[in-house]
């Protein structure tokens, strides 16, 4: 099922603005913390190297992960959900036939 940005209410699009972002700002904060923790563990060069292959790494994945096309919303969500950046409870609002989509997908 393909969900267009026409399907999606105009509620629903701000329940979905603000679980997308409560994500994603969760996620960045814990890579913040993470990171300043291995920062100030570095000891020799190659602790450096390997922590720029670390966000390099995470740069990309996050920058795949986060993608805000309403058609993709369900999937991006059920990934989310599946990783603990969010909860199902914070998508109430969206159509039953959304949630349990993400729902479904999230337990693949």
Do not use: C
Not at 36 to 52: N, V, Y
Request: net charge negative; glycine share 4%.
């Amino acid at each position: 099922m393909q969900v267009s940005e026409a399907e999606w209410t105009d509620t629903e699009k701000t329940i979905a603005r603000t679980a997308f972002d409560q994500a994603y700002k969760r996620e960045i904060e814990a890579l913040l913390k993470r990171v300043q923790d291995e920062a100030s563990a570095l000891i020799k060069l190659d602790d450096l190297w390997r922590l720029h292959d670390f966000l390099s790494a995470k740069r990309h994945q996050i920058e795949g992960k986060y993608d805000y096309q309403y058609s993709a919303l369900p999937f991006v969500f059920a990934g989310l959900v599946k990783e603990g950046w969010l909860q199902l409870n914070e998508l109430e609002g969206l159509s039953q036939d959304k949630l349990a989509k993400i729902n479904s997908l999230a337990r693949m």
